[in-house]
């Protein structure tokens, strides 16, 4: 089983929408045998929630199943838990460095991956208000990260 989780910093926006994203992506696929999916917030202020407001909204516009999805903190067994941990922004790659965890080619913030979006962070909606950019970003970056796990494990 391929592992994959994606980090935020409570959790309740970018990352669950992520997760949700990349879960319809790998299901469509029909990867949901090989490829596991979760999220984690590097703080915990909001454990146990269910993903904001406006995460729920642009996900259920887009048609994106998001049942189950609660919060929780990012824990130090992630590390060794995951294959992948995919940051949504350059603060979370920050916190995970404070924890030890170097980017490589197993951790890296989403947009890393999309040609035209390299280095740029998706911004958190928490602050913004804009959720369906966020959700733009985090599609591209989601599929681009498919089409990289399918190649790099033969899928």
């Known amino acids: 089983m391929i592992r994959v989780l994606f980090l935020c910093l409570g959790n309740i926006c970018r990352s669950p929408m992520?997760?949700?994203v990349f879960r319809k992506m790998v299901k469509d696929e029909g990867l949901d045998d090989k490829i596991e999916i979760d999220s984690a917030g590097l703080g915990g202020w909001h454990v146990g929630e269910r993903p904001h407001?406006?995460?729920l909204e642009v996900l259920n516009k887009h048609g994106v199943d998001h049942a189950g999805i609660r919060a929780r903190q990012f824990t130090k067994q992630d590390i060794q838990a995951f294959d992948y941990i995919v940051a949504?922004?350059?603060d979370n790659m920050s916190g995970l460095a404070r924890l030890g965890v170097k980017k490589g080619p197993r951790v890296f913030k989403l947009l890393d991956l999309v040609p035209d979006e390299r280095d740029s962070?998706?911004?958190d909606p928490y602050y913004t208000g804009n959720f369906d950019l966020v959700y733009e970003l985090v599609h591209k970056g989601c599929a681009v990260?498919?089409?990289?796990i399918k190649e790099e494990y033969n899928l």
Do not use: Q, S, W
């Open 53 to 55: 407001r406006g995460t």
């Open 88 to 90: 949504m922004d350059e």
């Open 18 to 20: 992520a997760e949700a």
């Open 145 to 148: 990260l498919l089409k990289k």
């Open 121 to 123: 962070d998706v911004p």
